[in-house]
């Protein structure tokens, strides 16, 4: 089946078999390999990228779900090779240990201050229920999302 | 994991979903957020041969306010159930069963319509919809029709929506007792399916319950009223005692669900309890 999606403000038609996965479409069909694949089960977010505007699991999405969609991937997130104020956060808070699942954190994030500029920690750690993390024990992920908050 | 191979197509309207279901019959199954269906597929417990994709009909998509009903199309998503002012003010437990489902990733996905077509014996929403007394709106081949809450879960996976069916719409009643209700989950901590999800709705004059609805999510093989409760609370004055007394009718004379982490005693235990909480939250 054809598809064509934006991925990161560049517009992508391909050839996919439907039962593609939106995550092995974005890594091995356009090389986006910024979004991780982690449980492949739908629970561990490290998968998170974007799709019009809402943060998704692509895992759990077939590639042809997203036909005319508009997608942002980690990739997307730097502008100019300045940092997006998350990704700083992540950076100056050391948000990340190994940094496997840190590409779904900071999209999650992405949605999280889109949606609630100013969030309280409580409200972090809720809005990034559906991310794990096996190294930080999320402290500093949550001071990370703060910094964003404070700095954007 | 990759789901086996299918044919996929899209549908931009529900006639049109609705004669590309006729035309496959039962090699086909019908994708709305995928939330569901897709891990299903991609574990292989689930094969179908033929997708049809109604996740593009904007004629599914919405919240409406028709004065006596609030009208939500199927394939309005968790997320906008719960951030809509109009389910928070007239149907609280609806907007709190939604916001209560998995994580933010998937309550921007999946969709209320196929929540409930799904039927997971442990989905949140069926519990709300029967205590919100809610009437649903199925469409097939042969026309529309509508079909009480109370008639709609039929057992465990199963709803009143045959082959061929769509559904296509959730009203929900602007009444009182709707619009004091709420919806108390008791989350096992990994999954976050509800190991018990209790929603009530009620209405009180001058401290005292005047009538209740009570249903409970993830308890029993499918969701259920609980008359017992509801029978004990009515013309009670709300207090403590009354709920508690209300809250430990809870499951009795069902059989309740146990599995590898909860055992039915427990379970049913904590019915009674959620009961109770819920009761006292709208009931004060
Ligand atoms: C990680 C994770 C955690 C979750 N946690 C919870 C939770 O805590 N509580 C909870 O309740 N749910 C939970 N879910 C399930 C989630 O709510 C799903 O969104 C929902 O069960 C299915 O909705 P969907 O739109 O994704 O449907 P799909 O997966 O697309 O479809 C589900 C089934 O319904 C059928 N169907 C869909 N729409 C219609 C329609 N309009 N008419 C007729 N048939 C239809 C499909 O053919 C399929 O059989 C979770 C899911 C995931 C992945
Ligand atoms: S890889 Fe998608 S949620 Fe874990
Ligand atoms: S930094 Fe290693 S999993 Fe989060």
Request: with cysteine; hydrophobic share 40%.
């Given at each position: 089946?054809?598809?064509?999606?934006?991925?990161?403000?560049?517009?992508?038609?391909?050839?996919?078999?439907?039962?593609?996965?939106?995550?092995?479409?974005?890594?091995?069909?356009?090389?986006?390999?910024?979004?991780?694949?982690?449980?492949?089960?739908?629970?561990?977010?490290?998968?998170?990228?974007?799709?019009?505007?809402?943060?998704?699991?692509?895992?759990?999405?077939?590639?042809?779900?997203?036909?005319?969609?508009?997608?942002?991937?980690?990739?997307?997130?730097?502008?100019?090779?300045?940092?997006?104020?998350?990704?700083?956060?992540f950076r100056e808070k050391h948000g990340l240990q190994c940094g496997f699942c840190t590409p779904g954190m900071i999209m999650a994030s992405w949605q999280l201050l889109e949606r609630n500029p100013n969030p309280s920690d409580g409200e972090i750690r809720h809005a990034l229920e559906g991310n794990f993390c096996r190294c930080t024990g999320y402290d500093n992920i949550v001071k990370a999302v703060q910094w964003a908050a404070q700095n954007s | 994991?990759?789901?086996?191979?299918?044919?996929?197509?899209?549908?931009?309207?529900?006639?049109?979903?609705?004669?590309?279901?006729?035309?496959?019959?039962?090699?086909?199954?019908?994708?709305?957020?995928?939330?569901s269906l897709v891990p299903a597929m991609k574990l292989r417990l689930a094969t179908p041969e033929k997708l049809?994709?109604?996740?593009?009909?904007?004629?599914?998509?919405?919240?409406?306010?028709?004065?006596?009903?609030?009208?939500?199309?199927?394939?309005?998503?968790?997320?906008?159930?719960?951030?809509s002012d109009l389910v928070q003010q007239k149907a609280s437990a609806l907007s709190q069963a939604a916001g209560a489902i998995g994580d933010v990733q998937v309550r921007n996905r999946g969709t209320i319509g196929g929540a409930l077509a799904h039927a997971d014996p442990a989905a949140d929403y069926p519990g709300a919809i029967l205590a919100l007394n809610a009437t649903l709106v199925i469409r097939g081949s042969g026309g529309e029709r509508t079909v009480a809450a109370s008639g709609f879960f039929t057992g465990l996976w199963e709803t009143a929506v045959q082959d061929g069916e769509l559904l296509t719409e959730i009203r929900i009643p602007t009444d009182a007792a709707n619009a004091n209700s709420c919806y108390l989950k008791f989350p096992q901590p990994a999954s976050r399916y509800p190991y018990v999800g209790c929603a009530v709705a009620m209405t009180t004059s001058g401290g005292t319950c005047s009538d209740v609805r009570v249903g409970f999510s993830g308890v029993g093989e499918s969701a259920f009223r609980d008359s017992g409760v509801e029978n004990a609370m009515r013309g009670q004055a709300?207090?403590?005692?009354?709920?508690?007394?209300?809250?430990?009718?809870?499951?009795?004379?069902?059989?309740?669900?146990?599995?590898?982490?909860?055992?039915?005693?427990?379970?049913?235990?904590?019915?009674?309890?959620?009961?109770?909480?819920?009761?006292?939250?709208?009931?004060?």
């Open positions: 089946m054809q598809v064509t999606m934006t991925v990161n403000g560049a517009s992508f038609t391909s050839d996919v078999e439907s039962r593609t996965l939106l995550v092995q479409h974005l890594r091995d069909n356009l090389n986006l390999t910024g979004t991780h694949v982690g449980c492949d089960t739908s629970s561990c977010g490290a998968c998170t990228i974007v799709v019009n505007g809402e943060a998704v699991k692509s895992c759990t999405l077939l590639a042809v779900q997203c036909n005319g969609a508009e997608i942002t991937t980690i990739e997307g997130l730097a502008s100019n090779n300045a940092l997006h104020p998350i990704q700083e956060g | 994991m990759i789901p086996a191979a299918f044919e996929y197509y899209r549908a931009s309207s529900v006639d049109e979903a609705l004669a590309l279901m006729q035309q496959h019959g039962e090699d086909a199954k019908v994708l709305a957020g995928g939330h049809i994709d109604i996740g593009g009909i904007s004629g599914l998509q919405g919240i409406q306010d028709r004065g006596d009903h609030i009208a939500i199309g199927a394939l309005t998503t968790h997320w906008q159930l719960e951030s709300v207090s403590e005692a009354s709920a508690k007394f209300a809250g430990d009718q809870a499951t009795n004379g069902r059989s309740v669900l146990s599995d590898w982490s909860v055992s039915e005693e427990y379970r049913r235990a904590m019915a009674k309890v959620f009961a109770k909480r819920a009761l006292l939250q709208v009931g004060r």
